[in-house]
């Protein structure tokens, strides 16, 4: 049962690659080693944060581009292909073509992620500094990137069962944005002191996943120590998050009849 | 049509270059090249950075220091931009130390080669030592705004005594604290002061303001050492002495002091020591309000610059 | 008396049309249906009838407004069923970044196989289909038979008791069609049930054990093609030839034709003797008398263009 979605799974893995997805890679890699030849040079004795920094940030941006653009086509370019059909036709239940797909594409991130994190160590051996205890913050960092690339994916996946790519990418970014924002936004409501201002954006607070949370990319610079706990709560709120998305997915599309 | 097609297109390359270096020299005359910062709020550039608001600190930081050295480099400097720089590089990353030390000496030094601002300078320490309670560095930094620019020995104490507090903070901020509140503005606790910032940072720009300042310090004991002497001198031959050499000759010196220029000192008519007229070495423009030089303690790379005193 | 392998019945489709989606349109009638088991049945109807309406609402593609579906037994909402059919959809569209033989192997992962046996089919039926040669070959560098061929190779390759083809035979040349029509026949040989649409009535005749019409979302008529034309009368065909100097009777005059110096004339079954009669009377010269039979496409356009006037007829009287 569990070999469904795998194989969709891969497949999807499969196509990614084969799109030269993976070509981003070599756009990282020559930043990592121009940054590593050039950041002696124009930021003296921060260099290896420098380094952190722009890689982390890289990883982070890069790797949310792909999740928003190949996301938000994980299903509507199977329906605009019709390529849906014949797989459809098969013993395999939506959800789990759905899970196969959500479940592909992280597995791309992940890997890509993989070998970035390869170059930024790389860089960062370049630059110089043996690797400390601190580093460990840089992993953690990345950790919670992939859990970034999680709830992004998994949001891209929602909208692509209803909606053409184009809109599918803004409404992703829409959530994306609010989601950095929600914070903000829940204190500029606390501030007003109108109730219902203040109901509006609790409500957005807690519908929206809030992706202020995964941000350790300062801390991981400055080699700070992110405690256990936080990774473990912001594990699970992932896991409860993306559950939630993916239901909302395998709702709206178990529904949907494919012209 | 395709060899037409690609020769043409070096051909309009190349025109398109003319035409880009003549509007760079139009667009100069027309204004000075001014850098400007678009954005002035910290926390609006923060919300804009979508979260990767430690890279941009990276980048403002990385602007910061270009802007000095560029200033550095014009006629008639002017680093209005520094605060602002500074201001938006420390909201975005608020831990960037070395941002918070750079603005400390350079915010507050006048003349043309800072911003001549204490009072954001200290805003900015402030700033810092609030967001970093742990890091004793700011609060030495503090300290030695309060003491060096302001003179503000009262509150200096009370600045070194704070970051002395901080876990792992090393004894010499107390033994500071305590110098500062007993001889004040005395060249003993100014060497200690410009020796530690001397020893810990590692921007060059920093290194280099503060050995400055401690060659200064020693030229400045050596005078005072020297108008000491020269006193004797008078007492027992009866004139002041016209050069060191006469102080040697009487036995009064082992041998001839130098300046950090290796020039030596000379005296004027009223006995008072002053530098060599032949002297490359320039003396920082800070006031001077010290008292006689108190006993050493141990030594440090700092120590090292002031040198051996005797040829 | 078993089941019929499949049964529908009552099955409707509507779908929302019109700018604010508030009308509906009525893609499939109340199609009711049943499909013996062994059996080539052929799903008959012109561009826009609701035959592949009727396959995607089978394969749980799409959701009836109303009715039900039985395949084997089991409801069509049944997912598990589908490992029992095969289906090849009207345009075959694959990921066309994979191989023929990666298409078959990601394919034959939706069933159980051990990855011994699931090699062994896949090459199995590359050969079936003839494509062992281009097995490595992207499938986006695949003309569109090698295309049809893969896709008839996964709806096939799991061994399907029921296999159901949407106008398998479009876009094929000759050649291909031929091939398509032998595998058809021989799913037969191996006791598998077949249903397919086609505009083809020629291959309809020739394949098929039973056909169904369906026009404008309603079905016309279940029976073998011999059943569905014989509705039509026969008509005989006489070739003539004229004596010289002598003239042909009018009536037989306007509907004869002329080619070289002979003359062709249909007639209707009952006119025959009449016809022959005229002849005789102008001593003409009969070479030879051939029934002419009806196709399926006559009856098919006749039908067509009766629904469509009746249709027409409608939507005059309610304006």
């Known amino acids: 049962m569990n070999a469904i979605p795998g194989a969709v799974a891969v497949n999807t893995f499969r196509e990614a690659v084969r799109d030269r997805v993976l070509y981003n890679l070599i756009f990282f890699a020559l930043l990592m080693i121009a940054a590593s030849i050039l950041v002696g040079q124009i930021s003296i004795g921060i260099d290896r944060m420098v380094i952190v920094n722009l890689g982390l940030s890289a990883i982070s941006l890069i790797g949310l581009v792909m999740a928003i653009f190949i996301g938000v086509s994980l299903v509507s370019k199977e329906i605009e292909k019709r390529t849906l059909y014949s797989l459809l036709a098969r013993p395999i239940h939506r959800w789990q073509f759905l899970a196969g797909k959500y479940a592909g594409l992280l597995l791309t991130l992940i890997v890509n992620t993989a070998f970035m994190t390869v170059g930024l160590a790389g860089a960062l051996f370049y630059v110089g500094r043996p690797f400390v205890r601190g580093d460990l913050t840089i992993l953690i960092a990345i950790y919670f990137i992939l859990l970034e690339f999680a709830l992004v994916t998994a949001v891209a996946l929602l909208f692509s069962c209803y909606s053409s790519p184009m809109l599918s990418t803004l409404f992703t970014v829409g959530v994306y944005i609010t989601g950095v924002f929600a914070q903000d936004i829940r204190q500029a409501g606390d501030l007003s002191k109108d109730a219902a201002v203040e109901f509006i954006t609790r409500a957005v607070y807690y519908l929206v996943p809030n992706f202020h949370n995964f941000n350790v990319i300062a801390a991981a610079a400055h080699g700070e120590a992110v405690g256990f706990g936080l990774v473990w709560q912001n594990t699970l709120y992932t896991a409860v998050y993306v559950v939630l998305v993916l239901l909302g997915a395998t709702a709206v599309f178990s529904g949907r009849d494919l012209k | ?311 | 008396m078993a089941a019929a392998i499949i049964e529908i019945e009552g099955l409707t489709k509507d779908y929302p049309s019109g700018f604010w989606r508030k009308r509906w349109k009525r893609s499939l009638d109340h199609l009711s249906l049943q499909v013996e088991e062994g059996e080539i049945f052929g799903f008959l109807g012109p561009n826009g009838a609701g035959k592949t309406t009727t396959l995607k609402l089978l394969m749980g593609l799409i959701f009836p407004t109303s009715g039900t579906a039985r395949i084997r037994g089991r409801s069509i909402e049944d997912i598990a069923m589908h490992a029992e059919i095969g289906y090849l959809p009207e345009h075959p569209y694959f990921y066309d970044y994979l191989t023929a033989r990666e298409l078959l192997d990601y394919y034959a992962r939706f069933s159980n196989y051990s990855t011994a046996e699931r090699n062994a089919r896949v090459e199995t039926f590359l050969k079936r289909v003839g494509l062992s040669s281009a097995a490595n070959v992207q499938l986006r560098k695949f003309s569109k038979g090698m295309l049809q061929r893969a896709g008839i190779a996964q709806a096939i390759l799991h061994d399907p008791k029921v296999v159901f083809l949407d106008e398998p035979m479009s876009g094929l040349d000759p050649v291909g069609r031929r091939e398509v029509r032998d595998i058809i026949l021989a799913l037969k040989q191996q006791g598998k049930t077949v249903f397919f649409s086609t505009h083809i009535l020629s291959d309809a005749e020739m394949l098929c054990d039973r056909v169904g019409v369906l026009v404008d979302g309603k079905l016309h008529g279940v029976g073998s093609p011999r059943e569905m034309v014989s509705v039509e009368m026969q008509s005989m065909e006489i070739l003539f030839e004229l004596l010289e100097g002598r003239a042909l009777p009018p009536r037989i005059a306007d509907q004869a034709r002329q080619i070289g110096g002979r003359y062709r004339i249909a007639v209707p079954e009952q006119d025959v003797y009449v016809a022959i009669e005229q002849l005789r009377s102008c001593d003409a010269r009969i070479l030879s008398m051939t029934p002419v039979r009806p196709t399926l496409e006559d009856y098919f356009i006749r039908l067509v263009g009766r629904e469509r006037a009746a249709t027409h007829e409608e939507e005059t009287v309610l304006r």
């Open chain 2, 1 to 311: 049509m395709r060899w037409v097609a690609l020769c043409a297109i070096p051909v309009f390359f190349c025109a398109a270059a003319v035409l880009q270096r003549q509007i760079d020299v139009r667009a100069a005359t027309l204004s000075e090249a001014n850098e400007e910062l678009i954005l002035r709020s910290p926390e609006a550039i923060r919300k804009l950075s979508l979260g990767y608001d430690a890279l941009l600190g990276d980048i403002y930081w990385t602007r910061a220091v270009q802007y000095y050295g560029r200033e550095m480099n014009e006629p008639r400097p002017d680093f209005h931009l520094l605060w602002p720089l500074l201001d938006v590089t420390t909201t975005l990353d608020p831990r960037l130390e070395v941002a918070y030390h750079f603005g400390a000496i350079f915010l507050s030094e006048t003349g043309s080669i800072g911003a001549g601002r204490t009072d954001l300078a200290i805003k900015l320490v402030k700033k810092g030592v609030a967001a970093n309670p742990n890091i004793w560095q700011l609060g030495t930094d503090l300290g030695f705004l309060y003491y060096w620019r302001l003179k503000d020995y009262p509150n200096a104490t009370a600045a070194y005594l704070e970051a002395s507090r901080v876990p792992n903070a090393p004894p010499w901020i107390k033994a500071m604290a305590a110098r500062v509140a007993q001889t004040g503005g005395s060249i003993e606790t100014s060497q200690m002061i410009w020796g530690q910032i001397y020893d810990s940072t590692k921007d060059a720009t920093i290194k280099k303001r503060a050995k400055e300042e401690l060659q200064g310090l020693r030229a400045q004991e050596d005078m005072i050492q020297l108008g000491k002497l020269a006193d004797q001198y008078k007492q027992r031959v009866g004139r002041y002495p016209a050069s060191e050499e006469d102080l040697r000759a009487a036995g009064l010196l082992p041998g001839i002091a130098v300046d950090p220029a290796g020039f030596p000192y000379e005296f004027d008519s009223d006995g008072k020591p002053r530098l060599n007229s032949k002297t490359t070495f320039q003396m920082p423009k800070e006031p001077k309000v010290f008292s006689a030089p108190a006993a050493r303690t141990e030594s440090s790379p700092s120590e090292q610059i002031q040198g051996t005193r005797v040829q």
